[in-house]
């Protein structure tokens, strides 16, 4: 139905493109998407692929050289506009798909797809408070050759023209290679998701948003084999933050989220916020350490270009123990510890280099927060202007008399007094540390463990704090 009927009603396609064999998690995905959505699932691979391609209209020649992840990107892409019908990733499925498929043909809409599951979700940061207008990635049914599947076709191609060259010289390394990676691989991780939110944002009016959301289900092993190949071996030495001759090297930061049971239903989310991190030449992400006493029921469906790890803590001791494990299993320079539940600007990593830059001493950097007033409250604005107070002052004004005193419980552990003119609340609970740092956290002191943490390295001179406001807390 060229934008009236759905010509596949019924059918929704998922990909596999690389060579190795669909992992046994994704395989039980498959069958429960086959049976739950009532539709004929058909799965396409690279033995079955050319059965559906339009010779009128060939696969891109980019194509040959994009990672297995953006191969699928460019295939739900090429299907829904020639062919029309169903897409989803190889993940469960809350419900049938029959009603979507009916209320979609039925209708003047162009597609249906499940809402968005909030701003970290959308990676065009001018649409991040438009996201209850849109879509989500995952999932969806689209009626074939409609304008808007014909605009997002069409800035696909013109993207891959322009890439096409880069990615002759540096095809794809590994199945989830990207610019990110620096590889030399040369289309950033969320371009194809990009041009998807920014064209469905144009057409809003065309969407439908009732389509059963994804469940979230185990599927830590979806890299297969390549993970074991594509992970560095631990070295005995940390990497140095500095190059010969004195220059700076970039800083890798390993991410830590410790992580309790209520906390599993956030943890795709705050991936996703992750992924929309701000890049630079001056920082990269080395990994994503999840720390939690029961990973056998941690729920990640969320795809990242970085790898995520996750270890079992040794002793049920709260989160000073989730902390300390992770940073024992860290290999970036610094650590940024981060909540699960918590919303995070996409400008905190950018900003933190920017105070480890201007304060070289410092092992340990916190910033200024705000409480949530409703849900889902995001940040809309890049970060400016902020100011930066460095350990002298901190230290003067906390230990007027030069000695230590003993964290006060009912200031909820923090205990740190600002200078006067530094009239900003604090967060201690997810700082950034040198990994080198020998401080860490205490499991004695519960709920006031980050403040011994901090101001310990407040005594050590060698704690900066910014005012920038770089995390929303969910009480």
Known sequence: MKGGNISEKYKIYCFWTGNNDLTENRKRSLEQLKKVSEADV?????????????????????????????????????????IGGGYCDIKETKGSWKKSFDDLGASDKWACGYKEIGPFGVTVDSLKDKWELLIGCGAYIFKPRTPLTEKWFNQMNSM????????????AKTPQDSLEKNTGYPIEWSAFNKIFHTICYEYHDKLMNTLPELILVEIENYRGGYR????????????????????????????????????????????QQINSFNKSDSFDIKEIIITASE??????????????????TLEKQGPAENRNRGWDKAQGDWIVFLDADDFYHHDKLRVTVDVITQVPNTDCVIHSYKKATGPDETFSQPVKNY??????????????DGKWNECNPELGGCNIILPPKYNFPIHHGMASVRTSSKVRYDKTKYK??????????????????????????NQ
Not at 162 to 168: C, G, T
Not at 254 to 268: E, K, N, Q, R, T
Not at 449 to 472: P, S, W
């Open 387 to 400: 100011s930066i107070v460095r350990t002298d002052e901190i230290f003067n004004a906390t230990f007027p």
């Open 42 to 82: 058909i799965l396409v691979n690279k033995d079955n692929l050319m059965n559906y391609i339009n010779p009128d209209t060939p696969i891109h020649p980019a194509y040959e050289y994009l990672s297995d992840t953006q191969k699928s990107d460019y295939l739900r892409c090429y299907f829904m506009h020639l």
């Open 295 to 312: 990973t056998d029921n941690l729920n990640i469906t969320t795809d990242s270009p970085y790898p995520i790890v996750k270890y079992t």
């Open 448 to 473: 006031t463990e980050d403040g011994y943490f901090c101001r310990q390295h407040l005594i050590n001179k060698k704690l900066a704090v910014t005012d920038a406001v770089l995390m929303v807390y």
């Open 228 to 271: 074991k190949n594509t992970r560095r071996k631990k070295k005995s030495k940390r990497r140095s933050s500095k190059k010969r001759g004195g220059a700076t090297a970039k800083i890798l930061f390993s991410i830590v989220i410790p992580c309790y049971p209520p906390d599993f239903v956030a943890l795709d989310g705050l991936i």
């Open 160 to 171: 891959l023209d322009e890439k096409l060259p880069a990615l002759k010289e540096n095809p």
